[in-house]
């Protein structure tokens, strides 16, 4: 499956990017409509794993979900060894791992799973839920001020055009929660109504998206951007940013 190289492609540059440390990060991607009707009915490997929060939008649904404790250094060499697709039960209750390997998914599968839960419900076309640890967007969110959303959104957006074109619905933001838990996954999923990206306080950075590579270049450029506004920071001056008016002429400029 094209798909899975795409994977293992963005679990590459994760690791290179340094965002990855040890298992840091997890991606689970909703390849449903890639397989066909004999893939989606491959027999189960293991009896049937319940659900904490039954997701009934993605019944019968089929994950490709990166491994719990995998390293994405190792996923982009070979996916099917540190990940593995599951199915979802006809009634949303359940989940079985159907291939190639009994490879436990990560522990923030039933976080991923309520998101493209919601994201189906909603008529959404994302099928990718990609969580990293960026070293400077998690560093940004160790200061007070940047914990709003406007405020953040704003000065990442005003570094660099680019910005405000790959990420046109901002960014949200979630107090800090202990990772892995429900309450992460349904404080995200209320950032996930106005925004593609959320920054995790103190832990990490969340985006969805109906294209893996995409999912990756939106937090790759507001890593971008990040980055100018500390190197400027560094170099013992104020970065300007772009003008209001100059961030209002890109909406037009690219029907945004
Ligand atoms: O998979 O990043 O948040 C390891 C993590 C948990
Ligand atoms: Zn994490």
Redesign the pocket.
Known sequence: MAEIGRISEVAGYLWEKGWAER????ISVNVTDLLSEEERGMPALCDPVPLQEAVTALCGHVFFVTGTGKRMRYVCRDAFCNGSLIRISPDGTSFEIIATQLIPP???LPSHLMMHNYLRASGKKNRVVL?T?PTDLIGLTHCKPFLDSERITRLLWSMIPECRIIVPRGIGIVPYEI??TLELARATIKQLEKHDVVFWEK??ILAVGDDIIECFDAIDTLSKSAQIFFSARMAGYEPEGMTDRQLDDLVTAFNL
Request: glycine letters at 30%.
């Open positions: 298992n840091g990060g997890n990560t522990s923030e969580h640890h990772p892995g832990h990490g």
